[in-house]
């Protein structure tokens, strides 16, 4: 069977494209954005890449084309799929009926966190010797691939809320039909599809509505907004993590003598003591991202104990926070967020671990939600950490950045250039600074333009 997928280069639907060679389909794959990580992942496994979306791409006629949510009515290999008849589905739709059937799925859903979560139970899993699948939006470093069959019963995904495709407008959790659950977060996001927080809190109580009595939904204590997914009708048992370590419930998952940095912390279930984690991520956001996973490879089977000793071997997700390169005493990361609630809680860690260092961002104004301007206002205040922050200027841009970080003084400073961003960095950096590029796109490659400069230095 010869597939052929629409948006290959995506996260999720370069997943499914590892997913499908390994189920022994011929894979090709056409985008109009082919970069690394997930570019090299594709062509390790012989799959076959067009850049941009010619008619021609489809020359050698596939059994079926999956189409990822980012192509719309009016693009050309779009087009030519409709005209000439051919079999077509979503990403979603092809996982649920390819992989997902007969198996035990974990789904981790949220705003935040969603791939470092998934690839944390992946890892617990795979620690435990239970070889499961899975299909992660991102690359975890244990693993080095995003996606793998694995073998049954238990398969990992992230699930995201975001349409499935251009003929269907439900998030793509929507197919998954897992057992166990976890709701990390949620906030407001996708302002490109979902009109205010309410229409996004339908499509998660949707999400709920699929899940069997004998499963388990984890949520955090006290997200104001999860809280009223559930209270529209809720038929599973729920399991708690987070909130206040004062106020102990029997059934929640919780942190107690947490380091400053976060590298350091012990489990509790209730007034019970699992273990210490120690592990080098920084961040309350990502004890809380443990705190699920542990939570959910309980429901798996995985003894707690068990969970957090393999935590303390997690290895982390390529772009997240990932640490490029150290070059005399500069340290450079590549970091994933893309929304003022993820800058902050990344920020907040680093300055922990760092204490007075400087610490120096820059970042694109990039996802669709971004672009928008829908947090304009709050990307100001989410860097309150940073001793600099540099923005990128698009020139498509619909707001201009400079009208918003006035607040900022002299720490805020807007380049239209990425060489120019690369000539400041060059010429006021210095030893004991951390840069943190980010980004979730390429950024014209920042990262390696910081790195080569540094070293030329």
């Known amino acids: 069977m010869h597939i052929h997928i629409a948006g290959i280069c995506g996260t ?72 000439r008849g051919l079999p077509y589905t979503s990403g979603p739709a092809f996982l649920a009926d390819h992989v997902l059937q007969h198996r035990w799925v974990l789904a981790v859903a949220g705003t935040h966190g969603k791939t470092t979560t998934t690839a944390m ?19 975890p470093q244990n693993f080095n691939v995003s996606a793998r069959l694995g073998e049954p019963p238990f398969f990992i995904v992230e699930a995201d809320e975001y349409d499935s495709a251009f003929f269907d407008k439900r998030s793509k959790f929507i197919h998954y039909r897992p057992r166990t659950l976890i709701l990390n977060n949620l906030e407001f996001d996708h302002a490109d599809i979902f009109p205010d927080l309410d229409a996004i809190k339908r499509q998660f109580h949707h999400l709920v509505r699929t899940i069997p009595g ?15 997914v559930i209270d529209q009708g809720c038929w599973t048992s729920l399991m708690y993590f987070g909130g206040d370590p004062a106020d102990v419930m029997d059934n929640r998952w919780n942190c107690r003598n947490v380091s400053s940095s976060g590298e350091d912390f012990d489990v509790y279930l209730g007034n019970q ?42 290895q982390g997700v390529r772009r997240r926070m990932e640490k490029r390169a150290t070059i005399g005493g ?26 007075s260092a400087r610490i120096i961002v820059i ?71 951390h840069i943190i590029v980010m980004s979730n796109g390429a950024f014209g490659g920042l990262h390696n333009k910081l790195i080569e400069v540094l070293r030329g230095q």
């Not at 999720?12 to 056409?30: D, I, T």
């Not at 992946?122 to 690359?139: D, K, M, R, S």
């Open 12 to 83: 999720f639907m370069g997943g499914l494209a590892l997913l499908a060679r390994q189920l022994g389909y011929e894979v090709s794959g056409s985008d109009a954005n082919i970069y690394p990580p997930m570019s090299d992942q594709l062509a390790a496994q012989g799959i076959a890449l067009f850049d941009g979306y010619d008619p021609g791409n489809l020359s050698q006629v596939p059994d079926l084309v999956i189409i990822g949510n980012a192509l719309s009515r009016g693009n050309p290999l779009v087009e030519e799929v409709l005209n």
């Open 121 to 139: 139970l992946a890892w617990i899993l795979e620690y435990a010797g239970l070889a499961p699948g899975f299909l992660v939006g991102g690359i």
């Open 214 to 228: 004998n499963g388990l939904i984890i949520l955090p204590a006290g997200d104001v907004a999860l809280h009223d």
């Open 273 to 314: 003591r699992i273990g210490c984690v120690k592990w080098p991520f920084i961040g309350r956001h990502n004890i809380h991202n443990a705190l699920a996973a542990i939570a959910a490879a309980q429901h798996a089977g995985v003894p707690p104990q068990h969970a957090v000793q393999a935590l303390s071997k997690f």
């Open 330 to 355: 500069v340290n450079i990361y590549d970091d994933f967020a893309h929304h003022p609630t993820a800058i902050m809680t990344t920020l907040a860690g680093l300055r922990g671990k760092v204490g």
């Open 363 to 433: 970042v694109e104004p990039r996802s669709n939600t971004m672009r928008m301007g829908v947090h304009k206002e709050s990307l100001a205040p989410s860097l309150a950490q940073a001793d600099e922050a540099i923005f990128f200027q698009p020139p498509d841009l619909k707001w201009r950045v400079q009208d918003v970080i006035h607040g900022m003084g002299a720490k805020g400073r807007v380049f239209d250039s990425i060489e120019d961003i690369v000539q400041h960095v060059k010429s006021n950096v210095r030893p004991g600074d």
